[in-house]
T-cell receptor, first 110, second 116 residues
Framework: GQQLNQSPQSMFIQEGEDVSMNCTSS?????WLWYKQDPGEGPVLLIA?????ELTSNGRLTAQFGITRKDSFLNISASIPSDVGIYFC??????????FGKGTRLSVIA | NAGVTQTPKFQVLKTGQSMTLQCAQD?????MSWYRQDPGMGLRLIHY???????DQGEVPNGYNVSRSTTEDFPLRLLSAAPSQTSVYFC???????????????FGNGTRLTVT
């Protein structure tokens, strides 16, 4: 089946720092999504990307759909304590179900 | 709208017991799915449904049954619970499949299941 490699697994950063995480796939996707999960809750959609090369922002978050259609990255600028959580990438090819990465656990030190 | 509602929030079972995890959505979504989340494994798809009366297997379907008799409900059944099924289970729904611009996947808040 399709595999997504998400990195890093975890990050410890100082408040105010920028964060970058990425996902790579062994196959081509036509949709990339980024979700955030707060403790005790379900994942919530942050950004959706539907076109190769697409760069989309949502506040301090920016995500890009890689030109090769096999990767995507998420950047968070000027991190704040409420950015703490697990970030998941997810990809979809054609009519197949979404495939999720294993997540990046972000910790922000005030 | 309540969104995606999962019950119960927590459950402890003994090996061999059966139970049903409930999932309901009030957004008239055609697509519903069940995921399990384990440490270091991310979210893995168990079963999904593209509409009432239609279900299909995901990546890890063994040990689980589903049915979709109505658009709103998509229960997940464990017929004989095993310790390997200890996990957090998430139900998710979207307007349609594949996930399009106007059809993001919405998640419930999860059911934490422990099998002893």
């Amino acid at each position: 089946g399709q595999q997504l490699n998400q990195s890093p697994q975890s990050m410890f950063i100082q408040e105010g720092e920028d964060v970058s995480m990425n996902c790579t796939s062994s196959s081509i996707f036509n949709t990339w999504l980024w979700y955030k999960q707060d403790p005790g809750e379900g994942p919530v959609l942050l950004i959706a990307l539907y076109k190769a090369g697409e760069l989309t922002s949502n506040g301090r978050l920016t995500a890009q759909f890689g030109i090769t259609r096999k990767d995507s990255f998420l950047n968070i600028s000027a991190s704040i304590p409420s950015d703490v959580g697990i970030y998941f990438c997810a990809g979809q090819a054609g009519n197949t179900p979404l495939v999720f990465g294993k997540g990046t656990r972000l910790s922000v030190i005030a | 709208n309540a969104g995606v509602t999962q019950t119960p929030k927590f459950q402890v079972l003994k090996t061999g017991q059966s139970m049903t995890l409930q999932c309901a959505q009030d957004m008239n979504h055609e697509y519903m799915s069940w995921y399990r989340q384990d440490p270091g494994m991310g979210l893995r798809l168990i079963h999904y449904s593209v509409g009432a009366g239609i279900t299909d297997q995901g990546e890890v379907p063994n040990g689980y049954n589903v049915s979709r008799s109505t658009t709103e409900d998509f229960p997940l059944r464990l017929l004989s619970a095993a310790p390997s099924q200890t996990s957090v289970y998430f139900c998710a729904s979207s307007y349609s499949r594949p996930t399009g611009r106007n059809s993001p996947l919405h998640f419930g808040n999860g059911t934490r299941l422990t099998v002893t």
